[in-house]
Structures are given as C-alpha cells and as structure tokens.
C-alpha cells in the first residue's frame, strides 16, 4: 500500500533515488526537473489519508550533464490503515 500511494502522488518530472523506513517514518531522496514538481509531489503526499507529517527537508539546484535539476529530501509518518 505504501509503494502504491507514493507511486499516484508522484508527478512526472520527479524521480525517487532512495527511500527508507524507520518506525514508520518514511525518508525519500530523490531528483525533479523543476521545483515547482516538487512542491506538486509534496502538497500530493499531504492530501493522502495514508501519510502525516509530510516535510520537505531541503531542495537543491544542480546541474547533470547540462540539464537544471532539483534534488530534494523529505519525511513522513506512514498511518497504514
């Protein structure tokens, strides 16, 4: 269930590159060409029923062999249900 509601709040454009669970926590790392698809990825994760505590820990610009992108970081409280 987990995989399934990160997978429909994933917007395209933004890629997972690691995620990791701790008691429940859920820690993502990850790339999106823009920030704005970033922001739309976390303002998706707060509106699932499943999720609490979505933060955005921090976001990066860089560049990789020329294109912009954006690295990001987050965490969130898997409910379950």
Same mark, same amino acid.
């Given at each position: 269930?987990?995989?399934?509601?990160?997978?429909?709040?994933?917007?395209?454009?933004?890629?997972?590159?690691?995620?990791?669970?701790?008691?429940?926590?859920?820690?993502?790392?990850?790339?999106?060409? +823009?920030?704005?698809?970033?922001?739309?990825?976390? *303002?998706?994760?707060?509106?699932?029923?499943? &999720?609490?505590?979505?933060? @955005?820990?921090? +976001?990066?610009?860089?560049?990789?062999?020329?294109? *912009?992108?954006?690295?990001?970081?987050?965490? &969130?409280?898997?409910?379950? @249900?």
């Amino acid at each position: 269930r987990l995989l399934d509601e990160i997978s429909t709040a994933l917007p395209q454009g933004v890629n997972l590159a690691s995620l990791t669970e701790n008691n429940n926590y859920i820690s993502i790392d990850g790339e999106a060409f +823009t920030n704005e698809d970033v922001v739309r990825f976390v *303002e998706r994760l707060k509106a699932s029923r499943f &999720f609490a505590d979505v933060m @955005l820990l921090e +976001t990066s610009q860089t560049k990789r062999e020329g294109i *912009e992108i954006y690295r990001y970081k987050l965490q &969130f409280m898997y409910k379950g @249900l």
